[in-house]
Each structure stands twice: as structure tokens, then as C-alpha cells.
């Protein structure tokens, strides 16, 4: 997926928001934006969103001085959804389907996304969830693959999300699962610290995708990254970032809400639905 021109106010806020999290001089806010202004004036337009995602909040990480505006965010985040996790655990036990509640729950986490909305309302969207369907639904696809599946590459997206994460994962059996998260901070990405805090450690193997900062890990686009997902039995990808990134890349299932209109459009759904496929042109 490209970038589009209703991109270019979104990244602005996103600036903003940022900024603002992550200092209290007004100056250097005024800085970031007037910096994040300069950058949409040079903008490709062939160019995906992460990857001006990344250019966007590394000049709010280098103006500002502050490595993880989210910080105190996703700390919050992951304690409210770990407080959850019990009710979603007997959510999915007491269901006809375990695994595909599971699916559901972990499509409702993604509400958790400070790059679109800062005020949500995790428990409304969890039941709200489950009262419909995904709007585009390959699960029968997915658990074919999953017969003969040894192991998944698993592309996390937000801290607090982890849990509901956690809980599919907890139903994938005992498949060897390499969780991918942030190699550095960006927005309220999930990154190992998240991990830890949100019970997987121990539970999956973790690999890192780069936050725009070198030695934070590679991009989605990068070669020897790709290699890994295709070597896997099984990719399932988790949000608007990673689809953003990897849409055209037919083995994937990715899993998400559509909260962005673009992404929905670009989807085929309307925003707000939930949707399960398998990636590429349909």
C-alpha cells in the first residue's frame, strides 16, 4: 500500500500528539511540526506509510530528546489489558470455538492504536466484536494451513494488544512461534520490553522490525527479513502497519480492524470492520 495525499494530515497529527507526549517546551514542539512539515514537501508518493511513519517519529525522538514519548502509555496499556486477561481466557473457554474466538479477541485488541485514535474503549470494542463477523473471513484457509503448520512468524503490532495476542497464541497448540516486534520505540508499537511485561516471555521465540533508527532492526521490505516470513510454515500479521507494509505478499494472513479509511478502502470493507485473509490482490 502506498502513500496517498489524506496521509499527509494524519502524519501532521501524528507529529503533534507525539511532540506533546514527549515534551512540554513549546518550542521544540513548534520544531517537530515545522521539521514534519519540511519532510511532506519532500514526500514519494510511491513510498509506503511506514516508512514515512518511521522518518516522521524519529525527528520527534531526535527534536525532542525523548527515545519513547509512549513509554508511560503503553506501561498503562499493558496493566489494563493484563487485567483483562482472565475475562478473555473464559471468553474463549466457555465458546463453541476456541480458536476462532480467539481470532476475534485478538482482532478486537487492535483497537489499541495511538497512530490513529487516542481515546478508545477496549471493553466496549471486545464486545461489540464478538457480536459480528470478520468482513472478509479466510479462517477455513487458515486453520488448512495451520494442519501443517510447525511453525509461525507472528508480526505483532501494540503494547497492551500483546495480551490478546497472547491469548490466540495460547490456542496455536505447541507450534514453535517467533513473535516480531519493535527493535526500538515508535508510537505504542509492541517492542521486547512489551513482551516481557505482558506474559510472553518464555512462551515464543522474538525477532525485531527496525523503528526507522539504525540497529533497531530491518524494515518490512528488507530482503533477508522477507526470506524468514517465507521460510515460515505459517505468517498471521496483526494491524494497519504491517498490512500498510506487506499487503502484496499473498502467503499472509493478516488480521485487523480497518480504523483508517484508506486502509479500509484499500481492503475492500468499511471502517471499523474486522478482517481475517489471506494477503495479495483479490
Not at 497448540?173 to 516486534?181: H, N, P
Not at 505468517?235 to 480492524?257: A, D, H, R, T
Amino acid at each position: 500500500m502506498k502513500v496517498n495525499l489524506d496521509c499527509i494530515p494524519c502524519f501532521m497529527r501524528q507529529a503533534l500528539e507525539a511532540a506533546r507526549m514527549a515534551t512540554d517546551n513549546e518550542k521544540l514542539q513548534k520544531d517537530v511540526l515545522r521539521s514534519t512539515a519540511t519532510l511532506m514537501v519532500k514526500i514519494c508518493y510511491t513510498s509506503k506509510p511506514p516508512e514515512l511513519a518511521h522518518k516522521v517519529h524519529s525527528l520527534v525522538r531526535d527534536i525532542t530528546g525523548n527515545s519513547d514519548p509512549y513509554k508511560a502509555v503503553k506501561e498503562r496499556d499493558n496493566k489494563m489489558a493484563l487485567k483483562m486477561y482472565p475475562w478473555l481466557k473464559e471468553i474463549v473457554e466457555e465458546s463453541d470455538d476456541r480458536l476462532y474466538t480467539a481470532l476475534k479477541l485478538a482482532a478486537a485488541g487492535n483497537i489499541i492504536d495511538y497512530g490513529v485514535n487516542q481515546v478508545f474503549d477496549v471493553e466496549a470494542t471486545i464486545k461489540d466484536v464478538l457480536g459480528k463477523e470478520f468482513s472478509i473471513n479466510h479462517y477455513d484457509r487458515f486453520k488448512d494451513c495451520l494442519d501443517d503448520a510447525k511453525n509461525i512468524y507472528y508480526l505483532a503490532d501494540n503494547a497492551g494488544e500483546l495480551v490478546f495476542d497472547r491469548v490466540l497464541i495460547e490456542e496455536l497448540g505447541d507450534r514453535k512461534v517467533t513473535l516480531v516486534v519493535k527493535g526500538g520505540p515508535i508510537i505504542n508499537d509492541a517492542t521486547l520490553d512489551d513482551v516481557e511485561a505482558c506474559g510472553l516471555e518464555g512462551e515464543v521465540e522474538v525477532d525485531f522490525l527496525g523503528n526507522g533508527t539504525p540497529e533497531t532492526g530491518p524494515e518490512r521490505t528488507d530482503p533477508n527479513f522477507l526470506q524468514k516470513l517465507r521460510n515460515a510454515d505459517l505468517v498471521l500479521s496483526k494491524g494497519q502497519g504491517n498490512y500498510e507494509g506487506l499487503s502484496s505478499e499473498e502467503y499472509i494472513f493478516f488480521l485487523l480492524m480497518a480504523k483508517c479509511p484508506l486502509i479500509a478502502r484499500d481492503v475492500g470493507v468499511q471502517k471499523g470492520d474486522i478482517v481475517f485473509y489471506r494477503g495479495g490482490r483479490r
